[in-house]
């Protein structure tokens, strides 16, 4: 017996892609060992990307995107999950190679999914999402490396958006000082309500640096924009710290020396959350539940319908979004 339930299709036509809300069949669903009933999605950038069909992204259509979804689990034949498990997907390039959240019903490996932590709700866990998860990973980089809450500012580019969002809330929580980065003068006093020490405009950072060694002024960074921004705060950190790179909304071109790396001895840590092996991503959903206030993770939300999708898909990609942005479907 199948049934029916409503998705967000994507489908393409002489290479244009068109989004509409679709009632399909639970027999449409991709393979996989366990059926997931969607409660709550998210809107990243990335998804913004496929539901615009920018950067060939998706190679196959018909396409439900969503890289993230929290739900209960329907059906299983994963030994790790039964029925009433309530469960939550982040990465796996789910959205994009694989069918994923932005519809009442998901199916996919087993192997994917984790159990929603102890003290998160459905909802939380989207409104963290893969931008909360990857934040959650660059702070975590930066301790590892040494990150002392005493030695000075830690930048955030893009601190407006949804990494930068809920790394600010996550740094100031745990007690460092955040100087946020942002081109958005109406978005500074939201920063400050998350933690925010210091507001530097994105200008100030925006263009390529006259030296390859500039005054040392940061102790960290987690870095959103990538491009010249990059550039330019990398002839900046103190000697010994890092920069967590988790995004490219400035470019991906790196225009560099090496002076920074010889001279200075600093680190640039990639950070790569779709593919983070299970337990490094068991281990990081456990430090989201006990290190992300939730008050100031309900701040930073705005929730929406599925029928919402597609405007604020445009709107994501022109930088008209703020914070997280939850998807409720079956909540």
Known sequence: MTDSFRALML????????????EISTDDLPAGDVTVRVAY???????????????????????????????????????????????????????????????????????????????????DAMAVGTAGFTA????????????????GDVLVTGAAGGVGSVATAILANLGYSVAASTGRVETHDYLRDLGAATIIDREELAQAPSRPLARE??????????????????TQM????????????????????????????INLLGIDSVMCPAEPRHATWQRVASDLPLDKLNAMVE????????????????????GRTVIEIGG
């Open 11 to 22: 489908r393409e036509a002489d290479r244009k892609v068109t989004a509409a809300i679709e």
């Open 238 to 265: 103190m000697y010994g710290s890092s920069v967590a790179a988790v995004g490219l909304a400035g470019g991906n071109d790196l225009i560099a020396t090496v002076l920074p790396f010889l001279l200075r001895g």
């Open 217 to 234: 002024r940061f102790a960290g960074c987690i870095d959103n924009v990538a491009g010249t921004t990059l550039s330019n705060v990398l």
């Open 303 to 322: 929730t929406h319908r599925l029928e919402d999708l597609p405007n604020l898909a445009r709107s994501i990609l022109k930088g008209g979004v703020r």
């Open 41 to 123: 999605s998210t809107l990243n950038y990335k998804d913004g990307m496929v539901i615009g069909g920018i950067g060939r992204l998706v190679r196959d259509y018909p396409h439900v995107p969503g890289v993230d979804f929290s739900g209960t689990v329907e059906t299983s034949e994963h030994p790790d999950f039964k029925p009433g498990d309530q469960v939550l997907l982040t990465g796996y390039r789910v959205g994009e190679m694989h069918w994923g959240g932005h519809a009442e019903k998901a199916r996919v490996k087993g192997d994917w999914l984790v159990k929603l932590p102890d003290g998160l709700s459905l909802r």
């Open 136 to 151: 959650m990973m660059a702070v975590g980089a930066l301790q590892a490396h040494g990150l002392a809450k005493d030695g």
